[in-house]
């Protein structure tokens, strides 16, 4: 069953090739959301938001891995900042939403409670990760990159790109809706 608009959301956060620095934390450094019409089976458009962290700075290893510099997500938002935007401008709190696995949704908890964030979304997640295993009888969950490459879809833009993820994670979720396996997995 799908109806109306879908937010896909990926986001990318600070990291290190090994273990996190002393006194430092994984935060969101880029919010990537696309926005789809599960009615008419098409991405309809893609979102950037830079996040500034607050108690971590951009690692090298990051850097490679995200093509984000400290500089970049300096000029960001604040995360709290990032968040009201997601409710205000992109409906975060009544639209339905997706994300590749459940790190997205998870570190947005764990963010929003460690700096007294109102929550933006809704309880109405899904696991695209999750329910592309079941549509294609997977036993291993796969990663993006993989999952498109067995759904046959290109990879388009620069992986660990917060923004173009989410685009590619929606043509894997339209896939799955086209699959008809599509269904919130987080209600609570």
């Known amino acids: ?105 998870k570190q947005f908890i764990t963010q929003c409670r460690a700096t007294n964030t109102p929550y933006p979304f809704n309880s109405r997640h899904t696991n695209a990760k999750l329910l592309f295993s079941e549509a294609y009888n997977l036993r291993r969950r796969q990663g993006m990159a993989g999952a498109l490459g067995i759904a046959g879809l290109p990879l388009e833009g620069r992986h660990h790109s917060g923004a173009d993820d989410a685009w590619n994670i929606a043509a894997l979720v339209l896939d799955i809706v086209g699959r008809n396996v599509w269904r919130a997995t987080t209600t609570e």
């Open 1 to 105: 069953m799908t109806n109306g608009l879908l937010n896909v959301v990926d986001v990318e956060a600070t990291c290190w090739a090994d273990s996190t620095p002393p006194g430092m934390v994984n935060e969101i450094i880029e919010i990537g959301l696309t926005v789809v019409d599960l009615d008419a089976g098409e991405r309809i458009a893609k979102h950037r938001i830079l996040v500034r962290p607050e108690r971590s700075v951009v690692s090298e290893f990051c850097t490679e891995l995200t093509g984000l510099t400290q500089a970049e997500v300096d000029t960001g938002r604040s995360f709290a900042e990032a968040c009201q935007l997601l409710v205000t401008e992109h409906r975060a709190a009544v639209r339905p939403w997706a994300s590749w696995g459940d790190y997205d949704r």
